[in-house]
């Protein structure tokens, strides 16, 4: 229905792209709403209407209609069938789109009409252009013929797509281009008879940006994905990739996700290897599940053909220096008060160096229990950890373990502090098939551990307004000493010493060794924050074991440690600004008189972008890098990165890469050069990556990686 006023009208709402708007690809685009019902109103300086006949409004004409506004200077109408015909030039737009015509015909009813000589752009978003005609059908499709398409400002924008014909489909949020050329700058990049690309961020199927790569070992690498939408929970990209040096390759990953499971496939497969004349290929497959309340599963599968895989074509310097894949199977169990696993997992070695006997054991499997319950009101606790593991492995002892640690312990909390006595005894047991140099098949521990963890609060308020804490902390360990020479090593190892430790029951990881201690742990930590939001802005704390006796339970090949002390550790956080965060420690050994541990990391970030990273580690005989971070926008537009991760102990470097990115408010070019080591022989791989972004149509390229990601 019409409702119609003649009064002066208001200023034109259509949607004009700015300078440089935001965001620069349109969002999702909420659905056509049912304007049906909706009534037209008309505002005009004049009016000319009757019940049957056409009608007539004329100077500052607007109408709307629900989410339409239309402006213009003369409009005929005809109220039975709801058509509009605007002989002069016009202004339109809804929640879709906004369109800026000669002349235009409209209908209501099935909600489609003709605009001639337009400009057009997308509503919320930097996507505009020009065309002879457009078509509006059925209030979800745009029909564009002869058409200029850009999401760049100005007259002269840096990238064009033109087309003979452009069907927006706004229910989908895609675009479908026909006969279409694309120019960059002026030079044309790409044509294509037919393709289609998103108008809003909703996914959809259709190649995605090509990739580009050229390595010093690989040669020239160059890639294009498909994306396939295949259903609302379920989508998997392929990608032909064609390798100078080694040939054609075919990458692809799967996803899938329901109510209660959610899943991943990735693979690479080379199926003629032009170095090595062999078949490689990479495959990892991962499944969540939640299949009961409570309880979940996880499966995780990976192999590769051979060793040499990820030294010839892993990306980074985490994936070349990885020594072997694990494989697993596992469900768990959550309660109140008690955990339940059962696992099992198998491993491929990948790493040469590694020797048959030493690789990882195969679990097969692995169930484990544990147990944490208070008693009623008392502060009484009752804990519990057991594991039950059969242990497999091609060379060496193999057979089952089984490991229970039942416990008892009063805690009570208080405002000044608190106080944990606990006392547990951990019994061990197995029943090995192949015994190698052991002498007995079923050896067995059994020892008691008891443990008093108790620590004070202390706190004041500084003259700046700030509380700072004096919080010092005591622990003391008793475990008698038992002979294990005679138990096997299937995962022990022993831990890293840190601040942890020094409230720990066992200085070994795994159950085949349970250390002995007469021990105790002094600690201290201070700390100031802002009393009234709570933000810390330092922290120290550093502490140190005092035994009493040797400890005399040791790995193979290890003599008993006949220390006083262990090492002083310190550990400093400090925040003196909101943008600058930084961390330290240290391992001082006294007796030896050095440094066994020490570490320093800086963070710092700027109001406009800027990151600076650094990290240095140092452990005696095994780790002396830094790691270094650069992130710096020059300005609105230019950014410049880098990365540097240098060795001291090799005197080399172990990676390196440096980038420049340009990015407008339509367009964005990174270049990064990379170089990182690749074997233990010192062979470095050199990469160049590049990508070009061609925001709300398409990118090209490599994306570069997040160097503060890690």
Wanted: aromatic residues 14%; hydrophobic residues 35%.
């Amino acid at each position: 229905m019409f409702f119609c006023s003649a009064v002066p009208g208001q200023e034109s709402q259509a949607a004009v792209a700015s300078s440089c708007p935001k965001p620069a690809i349109g969002p999702v685009i909420p659905l056509t709403p049912d304007r049906s019902g909706a009534p037209i109103i008309v505002y005009a300086r004049q009016l000319d209407a009757s019940n049957n006949e056409q009608g007539e409004a004329r100077g500052h004409v607007e109408l709307y209609r629900a989410d339409q506004y239309l402006s213009t200077e003369q409009i005929l109408f005809h109220p039975t069938s709801k058509e509009i015909t605007l002989p002069v030039a016009v202004a339109y737009e809804d929640q879709q789109v906004w369109v800026k015509g000669q002349q235009a015909r409209y209908g209501f009813e099935d909600e489609s009409g003709e605009f001639s000589l337009i400009d057009f752009g997308l509503t919320g978003s930097s996507a505009h252009g020009s065309a002879d005609s457009i078509e509006l059908v059925g209030g979800h499709t745009s029909l564009l013929h002869q058409i200029v398409y850009t999401t760049c400002p100005g007259e002269q924008p840096d990238w064009v797509l033109s087309a003979s014909e452009l069907e927006l489909q706004h229910e989908k949020g895609r675009g479908v281009a026909r006969g279409a050329k694309l120019k960059f700058k002026g030079v044309p990049i790409f044509y294509a008879p037919w393709f289609t690309f998103p108008i809003d961020d909703r996914r959809k199927s259709g190649f995605l940006y090509p990739s580009i790569a050229n390595t010093n070992d690989n040669g020239f690498e160059f890639g294009v994905p498909y994306y396939w939408n295949i259903a609302p929970n379920q989508d998997a990209t392929i990608e032909p990739r064609y390798i100078t040096n080694r040939g054609f390759l075919l990458a692809g990953e799967y996803r899938f996700l329901t109510r209660k499971t959610y899943g991943l496939l990735d693979f690479d497969y080379l199926p003629d290897d032009k170095i090595t004349g062999d078949q490689r290929y990479h495959y990892r497959f991962q499944h969540h599940a939640a299949p009961w309340h409570h309880w979940n599963t996880e499966l995780v599968v990976e192999r590769v053909s051979d060793d040499q895989y990820f030294l010839d074509f892993g990306a980074n310097l985490l994936q070349t220096s990885r020594q072997f894949l694990r494989s697993s199977a596992t469900m768990n169990g959550v309660g109140r008060y008690w955990n339940f696993e059962i696992m099992a997992d198998d491993f491929q070695i990948i790493d040469e160096s590694i020797r048959p006997e030493n690789e990882p054991y195969r679990r097969v499997p692995r169930l484990a229990f544990w147990l944490d319950r208070p008693l009623f009101r008392s502060g009484l606790s009752v804990g519990l950890d057991s594991e039950l593991v059969n242990f497999d492995r091609d060379i060496g002892t193999t057979g089952a373990r089984f490991d229970i640690y039942p416990k008892v312990y009063w805690e009570h909390h208080a405002s000044w502090g608190f106080i944990k006595p606990s006392l547990g005894y951990r019994y061990t047991t197995y029943d090995l098939d192949q015994l190698g140099p052991l002498p007995d098949n079923s050896p067995r521990r059994g020892t008691a551990i008891a443990s008093v963890d108790a620590g004070l609060y202390f706190d004041r308020l500084t003259s700046q307004g700030n509380n700072q804490t004096l919080e010092p902390r005591v622990f003391y360990l008793y475990v008698p000493y038992e002979n294990q020479d005679d138990l096997p090593d299937f995962d022990t190892g022993e831990f890293t010493f840190g601040f942890s430790q020094l409230f720990n029951t066992n200085r070994f990881a795994g159950a085949d060794r349970q250390g002995d201690a007469n021990q105790l742990s002094v600690a201290l930590t201070t700390r100031t924050f802002n009393g009234e939001n709570g933000q810390e802005h330092w922290r120290l704390s550093f502490g140190q074991i005092f035994y009493f006796e040797s400890q005399r339970v040791q790995l193979e090949d290890l003599v008993d440690a006949d220390e006083n002390l262990s090492p002083f550790i310190a550990e400093l956080a400090w925040q003196p600004i909101r943008q600058l965060s930084t961390v330290a420690g240290l391992q001082y050994d006294w007796e030896k008189n050095r440094l066994d541990v020490g570490s320093l990391g800086l963070r710092w970030s700027g109001k406009k972008g800027e990151r600076i990273g650094f990290e240095y580690r140092f452990r005696r005989d095994r780790v002396d890098q830094f790691d270094f971070r650069f992130f710096w926008p020059i300005n609105e537009r230019w950014r410049v990165l880098s990365r540097i991760n240098y060795s001291f102990a090799d005197g080399d470097i172990l990676e390196i890469q440096g980038g420049v990115e340009y990015e407008s408010c339509c367009w964005a070019v990174r270049t990064v050069l990379r170089r990182y080591l690749k074997n233990r022989d010192g062979d470095y791989r050199d990469g160049i990556f590049f990508e070009l972004n061609l925001k709300g149509l398409a990118s090209l390229g490599t994306r570069t990686e997040d160097l503060f990601k890690n």
